[in-house]
């Protein structure tokens, strides 16, 4: 396939409860007033925007439709379309951090090309003493799954936009190595 150019259609993947929809609304500058007019076109599970990385303008479409609900066939839609996924836990639900695993074999076989970027994102990292998942065992688990690996807090803003950036950062080491 063709490499992608920005916009790049990124996926919010991850069980119920994990902050999927926390991400979205910091994406959409919904938790910065300053910011929402900068959100081109939100609907509720789509929201692109123009976003400057290394002083380089990117557009991101970031798609979040993930839910215990949706149908297989609308994952699948959702797997086959995306350049780059966001795979994200919570540090305090273990059976997310499980579940992250399993969605990341399943995106094996859907990733459009060789390599499409992922990150493993351990949210809700304020939390600290509800912890479930060690910093390191996260880290193991996307050195095996061979992606990038960051702690976040939505409730905090902590890194998340950080977790964008290095989406981008890939995509674009990605586009240059051709
Ligand atoms: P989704 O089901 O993956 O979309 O998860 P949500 O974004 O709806 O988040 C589920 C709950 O976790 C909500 O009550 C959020 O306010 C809360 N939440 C999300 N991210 C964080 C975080 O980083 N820290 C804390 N303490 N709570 C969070």
Aim: charged share 30%; with cysteine.
């Amino acid at each position: 396939p063709a490499e992608p150019e920005s916009p790049y259609r990124v996926v919010l993947m991850g069980a119920g409860g994990v902050g999927k929809t926390a991400f979205a609304s910091i994406f959409a500058g919904a938790a910065d007033s300053m910011d929402s007019d900068d959100c081109e076109l939100c609907v509720e599970e789509l929201c692109e925007k123009e976003i400057e990385v290394d002083g380089e303008p990117a557009t991101i479409t970031l798609v979040d439709m993930w839910d215990a609900e949706t149908d297989e066939w609308t994952q699948e839609q959702c797997m086959q379309t995306a350049d780059a996924y966001l795979l994200l836990y919570s540090i305090t639900d273990r059976a997310s951090f499980l579940r992250a695993s399993e969605l990341r074999i399943t995106l094996r076989r859907f990733c459009p090309a060789r390599y499409t970027p992922i990150i493993l994102v351990g949210n809700k990292c304020d939390l600290v003493r509800r912890r479930e998942v060690p910093t390191s065992e996260g880290r193991a688990c996307a050195a095996v799954f061979d992606c990038k690996f960051i702690e976040t807090s939505a409730a905090m803003q902590h890194n998340v936009w950080e977790s964008f950036y290095g989406i981008v950062r890939q995509l674009r080491l990605r586009r240059d190595s051709r």
